[in-house]
């Protein structure tokens, strides 16, 4: 079956930088769109970041924009979340997420599989 396991998440400070990976097994990668969404405490699971599976176009949410850079490694079947300039807002736990889509899509509902998740705490 289909499994995706996140790494890299931590605490930082402020103006730091941290660099997620999602390792995916059970799929033919290079055939998925990946996103990255995020669950702050409280509230619902907000798209991040996402690379289609054809010709690596990416997208991002507004906030992260110019922050956050996502991209692929097809033959490590690993997609990463560049993260630089954190703030504390964006602490959360962050997840990955797979989908057949030829671009990926901001709508959680639209992806097939998903991770774990691993926890981002962005404080002083």
């Known amino acids: 079956q289909v499994q995706l396991v996140e790494s890299g998440g931590g605490l930082v400070q402020p103006g730091g930088s941290l660099r997620l990976s999602c390792v995916a097994s059970g799929l033919t990668f290079s055939m998925y769109s990946m996103s990255w969404f995020r669950q702050a405490p409280g509230k619902e699971r907000d798209f991040v970041a996402a690379?289609?599976?054809?010709?690596?176009?990416?997208y991002y949410a507004d906030s992260v924009k110019g922050r956050f850079t996502i991209s692929r490694d097809n033959a490590k079947n690993t997609v990463y979340l560049q993260m630089n300039s954190l703030k504390p807002e964006d602490t959360a736990v962050y997840y990955c997420?797979?989908?057949?889509?030829?671009?990926?899509?901001?709508?959680?509902?639209?992806?097939?599989?998903w991770g774990q998740g691993t926890q981002v705490t962005v404080s002083s």
């Open positions: 997420a797979a989908t057949r889509l030829r671009r990926g899509s901001s709508r959680s509902d639209e992806y097939d599989s």
């Open positions: 690379i289609s599976r054809t010709f690596g176009g990416t």
